[in-house]
């Protein structure tokens, strides 16, 4: 195979602005009409699998009561970031801030920017490791469900999820070498598709096998455990995985950055948030309430992978496909902005290196709009064996999500929205709004390292026990 040579030193994926723009592809390329699809598309994700499950830990008061928490939580913080789109004054501006970095280094500081950014990059990471083991686990869910159709319910079908590890990963090395790819607007439209089509056909099994049961399953108190030790621990992991399916602060502004005016932006993404929140939080309700009242204390942790549905066997085959197309797409939006950080860090670096500048034309494929770099090759293909690397030492579920839940969860969605928002309105520290979002903050705080640390401790238990 011959190779030509094309030296470009401005590789397109190194455009100073890549980080920003990448970071909101998940909102500002699925149906750009109405910011309420923005963010109903970005928050509805295979988080929402993982809900039946907390809901079982929880019982019948407590998770719905969580949920609303959560959702409430998540409404504030976005109410407070209306306020953060301009600076210095939140009403005049003139500056805007179209993401989140940018408002947390205009309004906080350079410091607390840089505490920011790593809350961001640990989010692309986790997520990245996440979407390795739900793809794994809905490959081998289809895997089954044929066996199980073809063989009977009871027959034993073992399937090693290593190997759709590997699988996945190999698929995000190839992908991962196209440079434009997260600006394909096909790509965010099959996403939002996809997460909408499988949490439909979760909830709506989950109702059938209710019906089909004639009884709602569950308790007031959830899950019976060995030791009261372990019901708290379930609880905290419960906590981490819900957290994980309220996290939509670090893509807002960019969607308040797509809105027309007039009206003012801030007044127009109020209403869009009450709303986007209502239809999220009543989708949330009917996914882990429907699961949970059809299965009762034998609750699977992911809901279309856990096996309390055989039938129809197609349709479960045809929501995990769903899952692994959406997840194909999703690694790839939030891996790109790593992959751009690092490759532009390196063109700055070496300057004059042919092996980070250099374009190659595969013959082959000269005519597709495909150019090998080898910087790109090397980079990406490392950064994606690593992450495949990770979910294949800690292929845990629910364990895994509450972990990656619960880590960015009061950053991003708690502590820097209250400061920015003090900080632009001016409010002395003091006076008792300022006291009423620091307690608010504090007790975020508490709650999120109870998730955290419980989530860690089933990880590890999981693992090592």
């Not at 509805?44 to 009561?65: D, K, T």
Request: hydrophobic content about 45%; glycine content about 8%; overall charge positive.
């Amino acid at each position: 195979m011959g190779l030509d040579e094309e030296s470009d030193s401005q590789m397109p994926f190194l455009d100073p602005n890549y980080v920003s723009s990448s970071s909101s592809q998940s909102s500002k390329l699925v149906l750009k009409r109405t910011g309420l699809a923005h963010i109903i598309t970005a928050v509805i994700g295979s988080g929402v699998l993982s809900l039946a499950w907390s809901m079982a830990q929880l019982g019948w008061i407590a998770g719905p009561l969580t949920m609303l928490v959560f959702a409430c939580v998540s409404l504030t913080s976005v109410f407070l970031l209306c306020n953060c789109y301009k600076s210095p004054d939140p009403e005049t501006g003139p500056d805007r801030n179209g993401c989140y970095l940018d408002a947390v280094q205009k309004i906080l500081g350079k410091r607390n920017a840089w505490f920011c950014g790593i809350a961001v990059r640990i989010n692309f990471i986790k997520l990245a490791i996440v979407y390795t083991i739900t793809s794994a686990s809905s490959i081998q869910a289809i895997q089954k469900s044929n066996c199980y159709h073809d063989q009977g319910h009871k027959a034993t079908c073992g399937y090693d999820s290593t190997r759709y590890m590997v699988i996945f990963g190999l698929i995000q090395v190839i992908v991962s070498q196209i440079p434009d790819f997260p600006n394909m607007k096909w790509l965010s439209v099959v996403a939002a598709v996809m997460s909408f089509t499988y949490s439909i056909i979760g909830s709506a099994l989950g109702l059938a096998k209710v019906i089909e049961n004639g009884e709602i399953k569950g308790s007031i108190t959830g899950l019976p455990s060995s030791t009261a030790a372990e019901k708290v621990w379930l609880v905290a992991q419960a906590l981490g995985n819900i957290a994980f399916s309220f996290n939509f602060s670090l893509i807002f502004l960019e969607v308040q950055d797509t809105l027309k005016v007039p009206p003012p932006e801030k007044i127009t993404m109020k209403k869009v948030s009450v709303m986007a929140s209502s239809v999220t939080t009543f989708f949330y309700l009917c996914c882990g309430g429907f699961g949970y009242a059809a299965f009762g204390n034998s609750t699977p942790g992911n809901l279309l992978t856990g096996f309390g549905f055989y039938e129809p066997y197609w349709l479960v085959d045809f929501a995990n496909a769903c899952v692994i197309l959406h997840l194909v797409g999703g690694y790839q939006v939030f891996s790109q902005p790593i992959f751009a950080e690092v490759e532009r860090w390196f063109a700055r670096k070496f300057p004059d290196s042919k092996f980070v500048h250099k374009n190659h034309t595969l013959k082959p494929l000269s005519t597709l709009p495909f150019r090998l770099n080898f910087m790109r090759l090397f980079f990406r293909t490392a950064y994606v064996a690593i992450m495949t690397g990770v979910a294949v030492l800690f292929p845990y579920f629910n364990q895994v999500v509450g972990v990656s839940g619960a880590i960015t969860f009061w950053p991003v969605v708690v502590y820097f929205p209250v400061e920015m928002y003090l900080t632009q309105k001016r409010i002395e520290s003091w006076k008792s709004k300022a006291i009423a979002f620091r307690v608010f903050t504090m007790v975020c705080l508490v709650v999120i390292l109870y998730a955290f640390v419980g989530s860690i401790r089933g990880v590890i238990v999981a693992r090592f026990g």
